[in-house]
Nanobody, 126 residues
Framework: QVQLVESGGGSVQAGGSLRLSCAAS????????MGWFRRAPGKEREGVAV???????RYADSVKGRFTISKDNGKNTLYLQMNSLKPEDTAMYYC????????????????????WGQGTQVTVSS
C-alpha cells in the first residue's frame, strides 16, 4: 500500500528556511517522478517542484532559486529545502507520486499524480 507522510512544516519569519520531508512506503521513490505542491488559502493547489526518476528537476517560477527538491533513495524520502521564505509561500504543502513508473519528464498537472500525502502547513510571517 502506497503511503506518503509529510513533516517539517511550521511557522517562520520572512527570510527564514524550512525543510520539508516526505517519507514514502509501499514503493521506491527512485522509480517514480515525485512532486511538491501547495495550496494557499482561497487558491487552488499548484505545483512547486518536481523530480524525475533520473534526478532531473523543475520548479515553479515563483520558487526558482529559493527552493530545492531532492530525494534520498536509501531513506526512501523526498525533501523540499525552502530558503528565503516569503509570506506568499504560506500554504499547505503536499508531496505526491506520479501515477506511472519510469523515466520521463513529469509536469505539474495534478491529474498526473495519484498518491498524495496529508499535507504539512507552512506559515511565513512578515
Amino acid at each position: 500500500q502506497v503511503q506518503l507522510v509529510e513533516s517539517g512544516g511550521g511557522s517562520v519569519q520572512a527570510g527564514g528556511s524550512l525543510r520539508l520531508s516526505c517519507a514514502a512506503s509501499g514503493y521506491t521513490v527512485n522509480s517514480y517522478s515525485m512532486g511538491w505542491f501547495r495550496r494557499a488559502p482561497g487558491k487552488e493547489r499548484e505545483g512547486v517542484a518536481v523530480i524525475d526518476s533520473d534526478g532531473s528537476t523543475r520548479y515553479a517560477d515563483s520558487v526558482k532559486g529559493r527552493f530545492t527538491i531532492s530525494k534520498d533513495n536509501g531513506k526512501n524520502t523526498l525533501y523540499l529545502q525552502m530558503n528565503s521564505l516569503k509570506p506568499e509561500d504560506t500554504a499547505m504543502y503536499y508531496c505526491a507520486r506520479h501515477r506511472w513508473v519510469g523515466g520521463f519528464r513529469a509536469s505539474f498537472a495534478l491529474s498526473e499524480y495519484n498518491a498524495w500525502g496529508q499535507g504539512t502547513q507552512v506559515t511565513v510571517s512578515s
